[in-house]
């Protein structure tokens, strides 16, 4: 397994963005799969500050959403396409027409999703939720899934109300599946903090299975878990 444990939150912060810019300046035209929730958002504003100084840039480039509640209004502040709106795309100089989000209502939403994805992704990025789940595949998810809508586990409908202005908590979803995520050529598992570090300690060290889901990322030869020193200090 690929591990970078950095010594502080800052330090993560600026080693996974300096690596980020490194790949889109080596492949302009990088094609990314990209987490909402609290986690990427201090990298989300490195990246906006480094593009706003002319480091790098995002032009070329596409990205993906991993995944989208259902059943909250287009305008709610806890959908991850407006998520990712608010803390990335709108400091960034990607193409509109270069970010492709998830509308669960859509019909043929899967179909037409895993169309768009095509052959894959060059890059993923994900946290990790409490119960190991990478993006909305939830413990048990099968690994050749590809996009489709899924129910919520307890623990992610309890911690969507943090994204949330109201009690009105999401129960299902539509998510890139395992197949894509354990597809893309590089994948990037992000965690900071303490509370993420038992399962950081459980996907990197217990058995490899979908009760774990983020556990398959270490038969990904191009995967790496990237921590800060609290969300790993049990590793
Ligand atoms: P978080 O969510 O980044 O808000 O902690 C991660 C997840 O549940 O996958």
Excluded at 129 to 150: F, Y
Aim: proline share 6%; with cysteine; charged share 20%.
């Amino acid at each position: 397994m690929n591990l970078f444990k950095f010594d502080s939150e800052s330090s993560w912060v600026d080693g996974v963005a300096g690596l980020w810019r490194d790949r889109l300046r080596s492949n302009p035209k990088l094609r990314m799969c990209l987490p909402s929730g609290h986690t990427p958002n201090p990298i989300f504003a490195a990246m906006g500050k480094a593009v706003a100084a002319g480091q790098v840039s995002f032009k070329q480039a596409e990205i993906f959403a991993l995944d989208e509640f259902g059943g909250l209004a287009p305008d709610d502040e806890g959908l991850c396409a407006n998520m990712l709106q608010r803390y990335l795309l709108k400091d960034i100089d990607l193409a509109p027409k270069n970010f492709h989000r998830i509308d669960p209502d859509a019909k043929n939403v899967a179909a037409e999703y895993d169309r768009i994805i095509g052959d894959g992704f060059d890059l993923t990025l994900l946290g990790i939720g409490l119960n190991g789940h990478l993006g909305m595949n939830e413990p048990g998810s099968p690994i050749d899934g590809t996009t489709r809508r899924v129910e919520l586990h307890p623990t992610t409908v309890a911690s969507s109300a943090k994204y949330l202005t109201h009690k009105n908590l999401p129960t299902w979803g539509v998510a890139v599946g395992l197949k894509h995520l354990l597809g893309s050529k590089e994948v990037w598992l992000l965690a900071n903090g303490q509370k993420k570090a038992e399962i950081i300690q459980r996907a990197a060290k217990g058995p490899i299975g979908p009760d774990v889901p983020a556990s398959l990322l270490r038969n990904h030869p191009n995967a790496f878990f990237m921590v800060d020193a609290e969300a790993g200090a049990l590793l």
